[in-house]
């Protein structure tokens, strides 16, 4: 997902190109993770276009992920999946400062545990134990 549909300048492009990633719980908190050191790179550099840009990022990724949610021929896990995605999306972009707070407790939810036990049941080596993640 490396394009946008906005233009962006060339040093931006070069750091923000390839970031968005949502296709699995993983992707999207190493997204948001990497948005947010951005994001702050930027605020300290008193570079406005750079942090307009990242939260121009995370908005797409937000969109994206609830038109996936609402497309009826994707599977009903996914679909929640990608609701779930759509939902971290639209806190990191309201409340960036207690996103990761919010986010650890969120992966100690009991619904969302069940959602990415049905993401790992679903992706290929699903045996696996992905980095950072918790197989209830």
């Not at 999207?28 to 942090?51: F, H, M, P, W």
């Not at 986010?103 to 545990?113: G, S, T, Y």
Request: glycine letters at 4%; proline letters at 4%.
């Amino acid at each position: 997902m490396g394009r946008f549909p906005f233009k962006m300048e060339a040093p931006y492009f070069e750091a923000l190109t390839g970031i968005l990633s949502f296709s699995s719980f993983e992707k999207t908190e190493q997204t948001l993770k990497l948005l947010e050191i951005l994001c702050r790179n930027y605020e300290a550099a008193s570079d406005k276009k750079g942090v307009e840009y990242c939260r121009r990022i995370a908005l797409l990724g937000r969109r994206r992920a609830e038109l996936i949610s609402r497309n009826k021929r994707i599977s009903p896990d996914k679909r929640l999946q990608k609701q779930e995605v759509a939902t971290w999306f639209r806190i990191w972009l309201e409340t960036p400062d207690i996103f990761d707070d919010w986010l650890m407790m969120r992966k100690d939810a009991e619904d969302f545990k069940k959602l990415l036990a049905s993401e790992l049941r679903n992706q290929p080596n699903s045996g696996e134990q992905h980095a950072g993640t918790k197989i209830p």
